[in-house]
């Protein structure tokens, strides 16, 4: 009887435990892209009431704020957010043209390979620069939308990224406004310093 082959591993090992040791900081700022960086769109991170590093908060002053509806004009760029107690712990806010596919549960945490198959198209279709999630299972990949297609036929929110039993990815932006706990850890080969700034033509590939 022939022994199937072992699945290829889409991270390593160490990127694996890299990513769940952050506890909301951001790994190697210096590497992110440029207009990323720059963007007023940051916001410092704590731990939610079930321990995950993905609750947004910000700074007036010295004081902490909470308030959901100030999120619009209490962002800033990273370094300033960087520089805020906790330091180095940071995430950024997508909306309008700042946008996220936020895909959960991809990546099998015993043999570190790609569960789903589609998402190989997907990344390699679109030359995005992927990074992982705080949980090392899931994939965050931001990109921008030219302004002539900002509010134009947006997908849903939910988006059909897999074939494979569970939950499909998510459009984060747009006019689905969404904090991103975001880690920095991008995987190789795909970890390009670019915010991707999309075609019509690929608009429509996510679309569909």
């Not at 390593?12 to 769109?41: A, N, W």
């Not at 209490?74 to 950024?92: H, I, M």
């Amino acid at each position: 009887m022939v022994a199937e082959p072992k699945p290829k591993p889409f991270i390593t090992r160490e990127l694996f435990d890299l990513v769940r040791s952050l506890e909301g900081v951001i790994h190697k700022p210096s590497s992110l892209p440029q207009d990323l960086k720059d963007m007023k769109r940051w916001l410092k991170v704590e731990q939610n009431n079930n321990g995950k590093w993905k609750k947004p908060f910000w700074y007036e002053g010295d004081e902490k704020q909470v308030t959901w509806s100030q999120l619009e004009t209490s962002q800033r760029d990273l370094y300033t957010v960087l520089d805020q107690e906790p330091l180095n712990k940071a995430g950024f806010w997508a909306k309008d043209q700042l946008c996220v596919i936020d895909i959960d549960d991809v990546i099998d945490p015993n043999t570190l390979s790609l569960k789903e198959p589609k998402i190989i198209d997907l990344i390699t279709e679109m030359r995005f620069t992927v990074y992982l999630s705080s949980s090392g299972t899931g994939l965050h990949i931001p990109f921008l939308l030219p302004e002539r297609l900002l509010f134009p036929d947006v997908p849903s929110k939910n988006l059909n990224y897999r074939e494979t039993e569970g939950g499909t990815g998510q459009f984060l932006g747009g006019d689905y406004a969404s904090f991103v706990a975001f880690t920095g850890v991008a995987v190789p080969p795909y970890d390009v310093a670019e915010l991707k700034v999309i075609t019509p033509a690929e608009w429509d590939y996510i679309r569909k």
